[in-house]
Structure formats: structure tokens, C-alpha cells
């Protein structure tokens, strides 16, 4: 079996110099990759440039080598098209099926999964037309990326940013893998939880746990692969904002209740995978406490946090609202795991053994999804990327038929 095909469109924004990471990751994971500039990103980033870092010449015309046909040769030998950046101007193109160069031409002959990352500054993203272009290109079957928020050209700051390329790869790596044209969560709005709350109990100490977030953030990357929006709710982690999610930063249980409830309002699936502090100190200490020689510190007295997982499941936001839950374990995995699924009243329940050694801070996980139909589906040690896809696998077919847009 070949390297994957990729053909890479780069479009005329300023971004386009962030493509030739992108271009790398590419080529140094094996994948065969053809670079598609338009004429207008040829100003910020030049054709022998594509050629060098691709090993493959730069196709720029319809009129090169015509013998071989490019402006359909391209797109039909491909495995993926991804388009970045992808100007405005590009994804009107693209949503009006305009084939004046050959990166439009290629967009109308391929047969394989197309993914854009836009950029471009907030207004032009958030203008009824862009919208109803992206709208458009994602009810065809196309992954469109949400954009980052952040800095663009000149002072301005805002939605519209090019994603970071790591994070653009990881979403093309995840389409590449799951070898389907369309994405099926397309038009669906998941919430994720991730990472430990924190609960101060001076201003330098607090109570925590070992969770890093990286089930979550697969989770998320994984969801924006395949056609969803995404909103991540961050509690305390270091890692860097999946490409193509909003992102709601939390440090304790009580603000990551709100920014749950509040993102939970209209969305379709809802997965806790957040290590939630079950308790937090019953007083803070305005002070850093402090020793004092010849006595014992005081009890820290601990009062119990609320419960979101068990909230949110009994009284659902939306009709036919799927909720998954988390449960780390140390003992009697699974007994507990059933019963906690129980007392939840969540959907699903991800069941794993947890300790200093295991899944915390690693790359890897293994788990028992258990459903309140009484199903049990067990994941083997993996990639934590792999259990988000399994969770995926059991949420999309249970949820409710998709709604249909608001009018405009």
C-alpha cells in the first residue's frame, strides 16, 4: 500500500506561511503530499518553496502539462484535500462551485474527504455571507475548521485565526484514519469537560488531582474531525487548544458547573471527562496559612461540591440529549462503574482503573463503556485517541435526529 495522497491548498491570506509547517508534519509522517497555491498566495509564499519542503513540483495552472489533465487527475487521485488557509474569498469559491484556477477545479473533482481551515479577519468570518458559505460546504459532506481566536494582521484581535498547523494535522491525521468521506457528527453540538478542578484553600494551596486533560482534548480533536462543534470546557490544563474547538477555561468544580450548564443549553452530547473535586474546603483562607511551631495545623473541614454529572442527566437541557460520564477507579472497577451508572442516570459511562502510574498523564487509556441499555463494550490499551473515537461510535447512533436549522 502507496503513502497517502494529500493535496494541499493554499490560499491568498497572510497565513500562508503557517501552511509550510503544516506542509512538514505531512511529509515526515509519510504521507505524499502535492501542493496546490493559488496565483494570490504566491505573494506571501513562492513556488519553489511548496516544491522543496513537498518533493513534488507545485501545481499552479490548468495550463501545465495538460496531457495529464490536472484540473481532475488532482482531485480524483486523492486520499484528502485540505485547504489551508482558506480565505474567504476561497470558501465562497468553493460553496458557489467556481473552478477558475486549478485548486477550484480540484475541489469539484475529488471523491475523498475535503477539510478548510479558514482565516481571515473577524468581520469577514462573521459576515451572513461567509456563514452561509461555510453552512453550505458543510451540509455537502466538507469539514470546515473553526478558526482560533487570537491575533491577526496588524493590532486587531479576534475570531479568525488560522488554527495552529499541529492542530490542523492532528485533524487531518484523525479524517486519514477513519477513511469516511463524511463526517458524521456534522451539524452537531458536543460539550466536553476536561482536565482536575482545583479548590483553593490559601491563595498558593489548594486541592487538586492528577488529571492532565489529554482524555478530554482527544475527545474534542477527535469530535472536530469528524464534523462537529465543539465546545471544550478546560479545567487546569496544559495542553494547547484543539484546532477547531471553543475553548472555556475553568479552575474550580463550582465555575466549571456554569460553563457547563451554560454550554449545555442547545448542545447534543455532553461528555464529563473532567476529574470533578467531589469536596472543597469549607473556608478559605484570605492568608497564606502558616506554621506555627510546637502546634498541629487545624483540620481542613470539607464540604461536598454539586454533582454535575448527576445534574445534567436529570434534567436534560435539549430533548434527546445524550449524556456521558467518567469513572475512575482505584478497586472493584466494574461493580462500581454499574452502580455509579445507576445513581447517575448518565447514558454511558467510560469506566477505568486509575493510580499514580495509570492513565493519568499518559497518552494511553483503556476502558469499559457501559450504557444504561445494559451493553458493555470494552476498549484495549490504546491510544487515548482511539477510546475518544469508540465513544464516539456509541454516542453518534444514539442521539436524536439532527433539527432543522432556524430560518434565517
Not at 28 to 46: C, I, K, M, Q
Request: contains cysteine.
Amino acid at each position: 500500500m502507496g503513502k497517502p495522497k494529500v493535496v494541499l491548498g493554499v490560499s491568498g491570506g497572510i497565513a500562508a506561511y503557517k501552511a509550510c509547517e503544516l506542509l512538514r508534519r505531512l511529509t515526515e509522517s509519510g504521507h505524499d503530499v502535492r501542493v496546490v497555491p493559488t496565483a494570490a498566495s504566491l505573494n506571501f509564499v513562492g513556488e519553489a518553496t511548496w516544491a522543496a519542503l513537498s518533493g513534488n513540483p507545485a501545481s499552479t495552472q490548468v495550463w501545465e502539462t495538460v496531457h495529464e489533465v490536472p484540473h481532475v487527475r488532482i482531485g480524483q487521485s486523492a486520499d484528502l484535500v485540505v485547504v489551508a488557509p482558506a480565505t474567504a474569498d476561497m470558501l465562497a469559491k468553493a460553496a458557489h462551485g467556481l473552478a477558475d484556477d486549478l485548486l477550484t477545479n480540484t475541489l469539484l473533482t475529488a471523491r475523498c474527504p475535503v477539510v478548510f481551515a479558514p482565516a481571515m479577519h473577524t468581520e469577514m468570518w462573521e459576515h451572513p455571507a461567509t456563514q452561509d458559505n461555510v453552512a453550505t460546504l458543510r451540509r455537502r459532506g466538507a469539514l470546515v475548521i473553526e478558526p482560533a481566536v487570537g491575533r491577526l494582521t496588524g493590532k486587531d484581535t479576534g475570531k479568525g485565526r488560522l488554527p495552529d498547523p499541529e492542530g490542523i494535522f492532528e485533524v487531518c491525521r484523525t479524517v486519514l484514519a477513519r477513511g469516511v468521506t463524511e463526517p458524521d457528527l456534522a451539524g452537531r453540538h458536543v460539550v466536553i469537560s476536561a482536565g482536575g478542578t482545583r479548590e483553593p484553600l490559601d491563595p498558593v494551596r489548594f486541592l487538586g488531582n492528577r488529571s492532565s486533560g489529554k482524555q478530554g482534548y482527544a475527545l474534542a480533536r477527535t469530535a472536530v474531525a469528524r464534523g462537529a462543534r465543539v465546545t471544550l470546557i478546560a479545567a487546569n490544563t496544559a495542553l494547547p487548544d484543539p484546532a477547531g474547538a471553543d475553548v472555556v477555561r475553568v479552575g474550580t468544580a463550582l465555575q466549571l458547573r456554569e460553563a457547563v450548564l451554560e454550554a449545555a443549553a442547545d448542545a447534543d452530547a455532553v461528555v464529563m471527562a473532567a476529574a470533578v473535586a467531589d469536596f472543597r474546603p469549607a473556608r478559605y483562607a484570605d492568608g497564606k496559612i502558616k506554621k506555627q511551631d510546637g502546634r498541629e495545623p487545624e483540620p481542613v473541614a470539607l464540604v461536598r461540591n454539586p454533582d454535575v454529572l448527576a445534574e445534567i442527566s436529570a434534567e436534560r437541557a435539549t430533548a434527546g440529549q445524550i449524556v456521558v460520564g467518567f469513572a475512575a477507579e482505584t478497586d472493584d472497577v466494574l461493580a462500581n462503574g454499574r452502580a455509579k451508572l445507576r445513581r447517575k442516570g448518565c447514558d454511558l459511562l467510560v469506566v477505568n482503573e486509575v493510580g499514580e502510574t495509570k492513565t493519568f498523564g499518559s497518552e494511553e487509556n483503556e476502558a469499559v463503556i457501559l450504557a444504561s441499555d445494559g451493553t458493555e463494550t470494552p476498549v484495549p490499551h490504546g491510544p487515548k485517541e482511539a477510546l475518544a473515537e469508540m465513544i464516539w461510535d456509541q454516542v453518534a447512533p444514539r442521539l436524536a435526529p439532527a433539527r432543522a436549522p432556524r430560518p434565517a
